[in-house]
Nanobody, 119 residues
Framework: VQLVESGGGFVQDGGSLTLSCAAS????????GGWYRQAPGRKRELVAF???????TYGDFVKGRFGVSRDNAKNTIFLRMDSLKPEDTAVYSC??????????????WGQGTQVTVSA
């Protein structure tokens, strides 16, 4: 299974971006997954997560600005980000735990996409 992120880029303070994380590969079933970010010199932190029961979890810093969703038909997780701030600048990466043939549960990560918010 491969995860490919897209949608990152440059945006001004207060702007919006939508990130996509498309999964492809052998037969699998999405179990849970989400988005994380890492800024230079800082630890990776949770941005948004979809649990296996569909419940959503957000990092404390999100404060209603972001929304995570999944399109099951397209095997894609989206992250809509509004009211972006310079401190949101980071590499954003998605992950997914999927169930593959034989029932194995495996974790996959995408390569990351850069989001830069200018003041």
């Amino acid at each position: 299974v491969q995860l490919v992120e897209s949608g990152g880029g440059f945006v001004q303070d207060g702007g919006s971006l939508t990130l996509s994380c498309a999964a492809s590969g052998s037969t699998f079933r999405f179990h849970r997954g989400g988005w994380y970010r890492q800024a230079p010199g800082r630890k990776r932190e949770l941005v948004a997560f979809i649990s296996n029961d569909g419940s959503l979890t957000y990092g404390d810093f999100v404060k209603g600005r972001f929304g995570v969703s999944r399109d099951n038909a397209k095997n894609t997780i989206f992250l809509r980000m509004d009211s972006l701030k310079p401190e949101d600048t980071a590499v954003y990466s998605c992950n997914s735990v999927v169930e593959e043939d034989g029932g194995a549960m495996n974790l996959y990560w995408g390569q990351g996409t850069q989001v830069t918010v200018s003041a």
